[in-house]
């Protein structure tokens, strides 16, 4: 696996820096340009692994395209919903659960074969729950292992709208039942325990989608006519997660984070860390293409345990393994319950960081559905080298353990760097940069 070394900091954090586009709505943005009548300028992509697996897939179905300046613009000349035309190959997602999972339920309602495959890791997660829905609307779609893993084949379908209710929280599956019921006869229905991600209910309102919401209910309707729009694609609060975590463990820090997605279905991570005594100010807020952004500055301060659980959970769900880290800073037990989601992410994210834990030194007890984890109560981690880093194909699990040797007791080589650039091309030069410096 490629590696990179990250030293612990000989002293605080001085620092203003930008994080990269957001991943979820750099997805949205390309398939909901692709629906869309018109050209839609996007600025600000994300050209990450992940995200680029949706533009090309979007181009093998027919999609005109093209960018500028190495992706600061994209422009995607979208035709409508039904001008997409058959691939003559396999539609590769990588490693990219999005990406499979939100076009399920747009080309479920085509009139051609599509054939969805990926890496081995994306081979290993679920798919069954989105195949379920789908299949309830009149979608025909197979897949490994009973229709529950991928690679899947769906053949030409024709879908009615359905009410569903979700058993688990999941803006995936939530935006694959959205995007099929753009085509189905009638009114679609989705009703959420909590809330997830509302990037989907957004943007498509942003295109002209009528979409009704109550509670935790949405409602959308079939026939719906989308125009193209100009979007800016602001920083990812996920991505910036893990700095505003090292501004949080190294004393005396202060950091700016300028330009950040601040979406109230995002936010989890930041409630959090101010409960636990963070200083967080949320300045010069402004909506633009229908989210809301704003500048983040950080100051670090002493940490006290959390217990995090029930509702809180999806609003922080891709932050808790960075989350663990502040965590295990922290003075006390702290405690993360029903995250059962987090084993069936890109790594089983509950058992994986338990293991770096152990491997730092922190005492944790694995739960079912989360995470018990003795704080430090500041001292630095001390890397246990009786101990094997775990292995694991998840780009979240490698930029956590490198912000947690940013306040190590030696160096560490990062295992598992090669997967960062799914979500965070430049992770590592900003590392590099705050390692220089705090010198």
């Given at each position: 696996?490629?590696?990179?070394?990250?030293?612990?900091?000989?002293?605080?954090i001085?620092?203003?820096?930008s994080?990269?586009?957001d991943?979820?709505?750099?997805?949205?943005?390309?398939?909901?340009?692709?629906?869309?009548?018109?050209?839609?300028?996007?600025?600000?992509?994300?050209?990450?692994?992940?995200?680029?697996?949706?533009?090309?897939?979007?181009?093998?179905?027919?999609?005109?395209?093209?960018?500028?300046?190495?992706?600061?613009?994209?422009?995607?000349?979208?035709?409508?919903?039904?001008?997409f035309s058959?691939?003559?190959?396999?539609?590769?997602?990588?490693?990219?659960?999005?990406?499979?999972?939100?076009?399920?339920?747009?080309?479920?309602?085509?009139?051609?074969?599509?054939?969805?495959?990926?890496?081995?890791?994306?081979?290993?997660?679920?798919?069954?729950?989105?195949?379920?829905?789908?299949?309830?609307?009149?979608?025909?779609?197979?897949?490994?292992?009973?229709n529950?893993?991928?690679?899947?084949?769906?053949?030409?379908?024709?879908?009615?709208?359905?009410?569903?209710?979700?058993?688990?929280?999941?803006?995936?599956?939530?935006?694959?039942?959205?995007?099929?019921?753009?085509?189905?006869?009638?009114?679609?229905?989705?009703?959420?325990?909590?809330?997830?991600?509302?990037?989907?209910?957004?943007?498509?309102?942003?295109?002209?989608?009528?979409?009704?919401?109550?509670?935790?209910?949405?409602?959308?309707?079939?026939?719906?006519?989308?125009?193209?729009?100009n979007?800016?694609?602001?920083?990812?609060?996920?991505?910036?997660?893990?700095?505003?975590?090292?501004?949080?463990?190294?004393?005396?820090?202060?950091?700016?984070l300028?330009?950040?997605?601040?979406?109230?279905?995002?936010?989890?991570?930041?409630?959090?860390?101010?409960?636990?005594?963070?200083?967080?100010?949320?300045?010069?807020?402004?909506?633009?293409?229908?989210?809301?952004?704003?500048?983040?500055?950080?100051t670090?301060?002493?940490?006290?345990?959390?217990?995090?659980?029930?509702?809180?959970?999806?609003?922080?769900?891709?932050?808790?393994?960075?989350?663990?880290?502040?965590?295990?800073?922290?003075?006390?037990?702290?405690?993360?319950?029903?995250a059962?989601?987090?084993?069936?992410?890109?790594?089983?994210?509950?058992?994986?960081?338990?293991?770096?834990?152990?491997?730092?030194s922190?005492?944790?007890?694995?739960?079912?559905?989360?995470?018990?984890?003795?704080?430090?109560?500041?001292?630095?981690?001390?890397?246990?080298?009786?101990?094997?880093?775990?292995?694991?194909?998840?780009?979240?699990?490698?930029?956590?353990?490198?912000?947690?040797?940013?306040?190590?007791?030696?160096?560490?080589?990062?295992?598992?760097?090669?997967?960062?650039?799914?979500?965070?091309?430049?992770?590592?030069?900003?590392?590099?940069?705050?390692?220089?410096?705090?010198?």
């Open positions: 696996m490629k590696q990179f070394a990250v030293s612990p900091l000989k002293n605080s001085k620092s203003t820096i994080v990269p586009p991943k979820s709505i750099s997805h949205r943005a390309i398939i909901i340009g692709s629906l869309a009548n018109g050209k839609t300028e996007i600025k600000n992509f994300l050209a990450s692994e992940d995200c680029l697996n949706t533009l090309k897939i979007m181009q093998q179905l027919g999609v005109e395209i093209s960018n500028y300046n190495n992706f600061e613009s994209v422009t995607v000349i979208g035709k409508g919903l039904h001008s058959e691939s003559k190959s396999i539609l590769n997602c990588g490693n990219s659960g999005t990406t499979i999972r939100l076009l399920s339920g747009i080309l479920s309602a085509q009139s051609f074969l599509s054939i969805l495959t990926g890496d081995d890791s994306l081979l290993s997660r679920p798919m069954g729950r989105v195949i379920e829905p789908l299949t309830l609307m009149g979608a025909k779609i197979s897949g490994r292992e009973n529950t893993k991928a690679p899947i084949v769906i053949s030409p379908g024709i879908l009615h709208g359905i009410t569903y209710e979700m058993p688990i929280s999941s803006a995936q599956v939530k935006s694959a039942i959205m995007f099929a019921g753009l085509y189905a006869k009638g009114e679609t229905r989705i009703i959420e325990k909590e809330k997830s991600r509302d990037h989907t209910e957004r943007m498509l309102s942003a295109f002209g989608a009528t979409i009704k919401q109550e509670k935790n209910e949405i409602i959308i309707g079939s026939e719906q006519h989308l125009e193209a729009q979007i800016f694609i602001p920083g990812d609060i996920s991505s910036a997660a893990f700095f505003i975590a090292a501004s949080s463990i190294i004393p005396s820090s202060e950091m700016v300028q330009k950040v997605l601040v979406n109230p279905t995002r936010t989890g991570f930041i409630n959090v860390l101010k409960r636990m005594g963070v200083k967080i100010n949320i300045t010069n807020k402004k909506e633009i293409s229908n989210e809301s952004v704003a500048d983040l500055f950080v670090s301060n002493d940490l006290n345990a959390i217990e995090v659980k029930g509702d809180t959970i999806p609003l922080l769900i891709d932050e808790i393994p960075i989350l663990c880290i502040v965590m295990a800073q922290a003075k006390g037990k702290s405690i993360i319950k029903d059962k989601e987090l084993r069936f992410k890109e790594s089983d994210r509950i058992k994986t960081m338990a293991q770096v834990l152990r491997k730092l922190v005492e944790v007890n694995e739960l079912e559905d989360g995470l018990e984890i003795n704080g430090l109560s500041g001292e630095p981690f001390r890397i246990d080298n009786s101990i094997e880093w775990p292995k694991h194909f998840d780009h979240r699990i490698a930029m956590s353990i490198a912000v947690a040797a940013l306040k190590a007791n030696e160096p560490v080589n990062i295992p598992g760097s090669e997967w960062i650039n799914t979500s965070f091309p430049n992770f590592e030069k900003i590392i590099n940069q705050l390692q220089m410096a705090a010198v």
